[in-house]
């Protein structure tokens, strides 16, 4: 069992928004502001979308966008395409360890 | 350009043991905080440890301690994760990853496959 929870999928229409939740407690995603996503596509290396709950880094595209309010992040990808198509995985510091992962979601481009 | 290049991955019976490897290269290693991350097949991310950039402070998660011990060179720009008494639960994609502040990795290696299985 992971210790941040994220829906198993999510789906969405080329053009719409999706948002992926990723739920935690005080002591990793409400008591830092420390939280990352990535997109893994399949075979594929994981690559790093926002850090810092909101910032992302060069080359990332500003459809792509997170926040955090209390101990629930989100990330939303707004103007879905078809290369959106993956999993996505949140992460935090917590007071146990340097990080901590999501169960990671499955975003399908419909 | 930041390259992370693992190997030392195969296939071991339980019990025993392998060395991972990870050499980085393009960017100053000597200054950075490297982990190792896990991939089990078809599931999610697992941090497994990371090192401080001078060797000096080192992190497992739980399931690993005792078994695992992460070092590095950065002489040669390289990371190692030594993992015995190696069970099923640790068969999984491992990953190199460099921090690139707290709570995030900026770049992964393309990772390595563990298989424990006899």
């Known amino acids: 069992q992971s210790a941040l929870t994220q829906p198993r999928s999510v789906s969405g229409s080329p053009g719409q928004s999706v948002t992926i939740s990723c739920t935690g407690t005080s002591s990793d995603v409400g008591g830092y502001n420390y939280v990352s996503w990535y997109q893994q596509h399949p075979g594929k290396a994981p690559k790093v979308m926002i850090y810092?709950?909101?910032k992302r880094p060069s080359g990332v595209p500003d459809r792509i966008s997170g926040s955090k309010s209390g101990n629930t992040a989100s990330l939303t990808i707004s103007g879905l395409q078809a290369e959106d198509e993956a999993d996505y995985y949140c992460?935090?510091?917590?007071?146990?360890?340097?990080?901590?992962f999501g169960g990671g979601t499955k975003l399908t481009v419909l | 350009e930041v390259q992370l290049v693992e190997s030392g991955g195969g296939l071991v019976q339980p019990g025993g043991s392998l060395r991972l490897s990870c050499a980085a290269s393009?960017?100053?290693?000597?200054?950075?905080?490297m982990n190792w991350v896990r991939q089990a097949p078809g599931k999610g991310l697992e941090w497994v440890a990371n090192i401080k950039p001078d060797g000096s402070d080192k992190y497992y998660v739980d399931s690993v301690k005792g078994r695992f011990t992460i070092s590095r060179d950065n002489a040669k720009n390289s990371v190692y994760l030594q993992m015995n008494s190696l069970g099923a639960e640790d068969t999984a994609v491992y990953y190199c990853?460099?921090?690139?502040?707290?709570?995030?990795?900026?770049?992964w290696g393309q990772g390595t496959l563990v298989t424990v299985s006899s």
């Open positions: 992460c935090s510091q917590s007071g146990r360890y340097p990080a901590v």
């Open positions: 810092d709950v909101s």
């Open positions: 393009g960017f100053s290693f000597s200054t950075s905080w």
């Open positions: 990853t460099r921090a690139g502040g707290p709570g995030w990795f900026d770049s």
